[in-house]
């Protein structure tokens, strides 16, 4: 594999050359949201300029247009993640939506006090959240498998908890604080020697490395359009076609329904059964514009180039001696993110001081209060990258870091 022409892949985003005080812009938050390339803007522009409609109600030939457009969208990202076809791609508006899709479509009515799902102690609250409280409406028992010291989930105790009791196990693949590779092929086999279903959160790894559904073998998987150079306001829930056939809609109104009455009501065809209403037409488009401009670049190649600075930025932050960092050691295969503190700087602090060089980091609890509160910290300091950061940009952290303890020495 080649690495990564970065220089090149730098012209398609003016926004890295944007400057603040005079300093150019690091943009080291690609976990919370990718920068879009100028193809995908194009992409966007040109929709409104030459084929804006509303979909699936027009005969008229612009409403065609969009509607195959946005059909096709749907095509796209199933080759992307290596799904059977549009059948499974639901789009949403993100990830969140995703994952609160499958709690009320399917766990309100699937679950019920003998069952329980089983998660993981580095859950996104996108997932956490949605299944504790699907939870406590139908009596189900949340779980989670242990985070050992090291940031791994504990296999044995995975093992443990998914049982014959267990109806869903839901597991981030790519954890948003530590940077963990979760092994959710080995885990998708457990949950199915249970007849459990098994939902992969891939917000974080969907944009980062290669994903094939099939070769996972996951029930349903999830992740946002705007972490991987895509818009906001689209996100893809991927569910098995035979599954989502069985599930009832939650959301109801216009495009979701084949035929209705004062009485009665039949669903839509897959997948717009669970797209009610007028969907985010442009940004279904545009994501699919993303997915061959991060496919034109390769997703091995990606994965390799974030691994490598992860790698790098954990080498140089363990280096300063007063860093904590969270996650797998140095040497081991990561997502293209590091969370850290510096001793005795706040992490809010951290970031804002950071802000004066220009350098943009996430500080905060990630949406993984519980992990941190496992941690000891109330808060971290994360820097996260995509396909246009560069050692140097590290390099910058580094110094910024170094400035900033000047300031509480
Ligand atoms: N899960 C993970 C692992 C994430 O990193 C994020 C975004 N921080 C989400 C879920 C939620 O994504 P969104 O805000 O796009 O719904």
């Not at 050992?148 to 839901?170: K, N, Q, Y």
């Not at 906001?232 to 035979?242: C, N, P, W």
Request: aromatic share 8%; with cysteine.
């Amino acid at each position: 594999i080649e690495p990564l022409d970065v220089a090149a892949i730098r012209e398609e985003y003016p926004i890295l050359q944007r400057e603040f005080g005079g300093e150019q812009l690091v943009y080291l938050d690609n976990a919370a949201t990718t920068q879009t390339p100028e193809r995908v803007v194009e992409t966007i522009a040109d929709y409104y300029r030459t084929t804006n409609a509303n979909v699936h109600r027009g005969l008229h030939q612009l409403s065609q247009e969009a509607s195959i457009a946005y059909e096709e969208a749907h095509d796209r990202v199933a080759e992307f993640i290596g799904a059977e076809g549009r059948e499974e791609i639901v789009f949403t508006k993100n990830t969140t939506e995703s994952e609160n899709l499958v709690g009320y479509a399917w766990g309100l009515n699937e679950l019920g006090p003998e069952d329980e799902v089983v998660l993981t102690e580095m859950e996104h609250h996108a997932s956490l959240v949605t299944w504790q409280q699907i939870a406590k409406r139908t009596g189900a028992t949340c779980k989670y498998i242990r985070v050992d010291d090291e940031g791994r989930l504990d296999m044995d105790h995975a093992r443990e908890l998914i049982t014959d009791d267990t109806a869903m196990v839901s597991v981030v693949h790519v954890s948003n604080t530590l940077g963990t590779v979760n092994p959710v092929s080995e885990l998708a086999d457990v949950a199915h020697d249970h007849d459990a279903y098994i939902f992969v959160d891939g917000a974080q790894s969907v944009p980062n490395r290669p994903v094939d559904v099939q070769a996972i073998d996951a029930d349903f998987l999830a992740f946002s359009g705007h972490k991987m150079a895509g818009p906001t306001g689209i996100g893809v829930l991927y569910g098995k076609e035979h599954i989502l056939e069985e599930m009832q809609p939650y959301l109801y109104g216009g495009d979701m329904i084949k035929k209705v009455t004062f009485e009665e009501s039949k669903w839509n065809d897959l997948p717009w059964k669970f797209e009610a209403g007028t969907p985010n037409i442009c940004q279904g488009i545009a994501l699919a514009e993303a997915c061959d401009y991060l496919d034109d670049i390769g997703m091995d190649a990606i994965r390799r180039h974030e691994n490598e600075l992860a790698q790098y930025a954990l080498d140089r932050l363990e280096a300063e001696g007063d860093v904590e960092t969270y996650g797998p050691p140095a040497g081991e295969e990561r997502g293209g993110l590091v969370a850290f503190n510096v001793d005795g700087v706040h992490a809010h602090d951290l970031s804002s001081i950071l802000n004066d060089s220009a350098v943009a980091i996430r500080a905060g609890d990630h949406c993984t209060q519980p992990l941190h509160d496992k941690l000891g910290v109330a808060a971290s300091a994360r820097a996260s990258f995509y396909v246009y950061n560069t050692r140097e940009e590290v390099d910058k952290l580094v110094a910024a870091i170094d400035d900033a303890r000047q300031l509480f020495a």
